[in-house]
């Protein structure tokens, strides 16, 4: 797909998504946890993290916002084998934002990096109307790697991230 020029820059963003919006916004960079739970991922999530059939696995979604203004709607799948050992935090992150943990670990790999556009007619209604989503949102997904655990973070970035200073200026 082609993406327009203004997105581009954030769905091909290599380093964390969250270190970047700070930098952006500055102190009103949030994240509110929309849910946290144990359920079977989509069929495309689980093939890309080798999950046997009916595997569940931990689906966080979370709002990243400025001051309560929403700007990117993200979805993690973790694997119950990843949340073993020194990632089990990974599983207890509430309103703090992944990035902040995830690009800490030495040996972050990142791959198949998948860009896509959703229309309206792709989100659950009540996302939908909530973050009134009424025209396609570009979003991309990711496979992280740490040693021999993987996790997929799918980040949609919301019409207002195109209203950031940060683009101003390039």
Known sequence: MSAPKAIRS??????SLTARLRKAVGAGFGVRLLGQR????FADEAALLEL?????AL????????HGRPLVLARTVIPPHTLRGIYCGLAHLGNRPLGELLFAYRGLQRSHLEAAKATQADWRHSIARQFDIETPVWGRRSLYQVGRVSLTVCEFFLPSVLSLPELNDE
């Open 10 to 15: 954030w769905l091909e963003e290599p380093g």
């Open 59 to 66: 689906v966080r979604e979370v709002l990243l916002h400025c």
């Open 52 to 56: 046997p059939p009916r595997r569940r």
């Open 38 to 41: 144990w359920v079977r991922p």
